[in-house]
């Protein structure tokens, strides 16, 4: 063990300030998050997620001519290289997770980058995940559609038909809510290997690494198993006192940092509500709530 004498141990770091931050706020006790200065409840649903990136990067939303320059920009930047689309059919062959395959893809991307690598790769990801969700089904991919937004063409890609508003709308509430939350573990994960001054696509990559476990980035789809296993309401104390009974984790149940309600989860909410009264499976929604 290191340190120096009269130093005290902090589990997980709690308590500690590793860095300060321009970009959000999280108050956990108050359960309070801000995004660029606005509440998490006030900018999730109602900006374009092209909108939020513009903001953290910019610290203003931009006007209609900045923002048709941006969007331009983010979906010029969408196409794979060719080693990429190599990997994802070989990691397709191969069944290998969807998060296992999105960070070797990811490590690709340093054979082809722009002189602004950062936007590349937001512009890149959820083309690889959609590609390799379809070449797991044996479906040839769907090429990117550079009319439309950051959220509809990932739908797009996805099935293959335009989404519909609320799905899109659903997705974007989503992404902006969670597109930051302070010093996380992928956050200091990434923050760690570009302190050794090591380029941005490791340190995503090594983000990808810390998000990919169950206890963080890999929490929600757990919670969504945990719906499908009780299968109808009536079903549901009883699962679930059994898992506390064997010692489990409940997935989707609090938070480390938010001592009260973590405030995204009324933003997520109100969009789920929206999606499932326009175009989304009402009964899955039913059950989950």
Avoid: C, Q, W
């Amino acid at each position: 063990m290191g340190g120096s004498s009269g130093a005290s141990f902090a589990p997980g770091l709690e308590g500690v300030v590793a860095a300060e931050t321009r970009i959000s706020g999280v108050d956990g006790e108050a359960g309070v998050l801000t995004l660029a200065g606005f509440p998490v409840e006030e900018i999730s649903g109602r900006v374009t997620f092209e909108e939020m990136v513009y903001l953290l990067r910019h610290d203003e939303l931009p006007d209609a001519g900045e923002l048709a320059a941006f969007r331009t920009a983010l979906a010029g930047r969408r196409g794979l290289p060719g080693a990429t689309l190599e990997l994802l059919r070989a990691a397709a062959a191969r069944k290998v997770p969807e998060m296992d395959a999105l960070r070797m893809a990811v490590d690709t991307s340093s054979l082809d980058l722009s002189d602004d690598p950062a936007l590349d790769l937001v512009a890149r990801f959820p083309v690889i995940v959609a590609v390799y969700h379809r070449l797991l089904r044996d479906e040839e991919p769907v090429a990117p559609d550079p009319s439309l937004g950051h959220a509809a063409n990932y739908l797009y890609m996805l099935g293959g038909e335009r989404p519909g508003e609320g799905s899109v709308r659903a997705l974007e509430t989503y992404l902006n809510a969670v597109s930051d939350h302070g010093m996380n573990a992928s956050t200091f994960a990434a923050r760690v290997i570009v302190a050794t001054r090591s380029d941005l696509v490791s340190a995503i990559v090594g983000a990808v690494g810390a998000l990919k476990g169950p206890l963080h980035g890999g929490a929600p789809g757990p919670a969504l198993d945990v719906v499908f296993e009780i299968g109808s309401a009536e079903n549901a104390e009883a699962v679930l006192r059994e898992k506390l009974r064997r010692g489990e984790r409940l997935m989707g149940f609090g938070h480390r940092i938010y001592r009260v309600r973590d405030p995204r989860a009324d933003v997520l909410a109100a969009a789920a509500e929206h999606l499932f009264a326009t175009d989304g499976d009402k009964e899955l929604y039913d059950l989950a709530l």
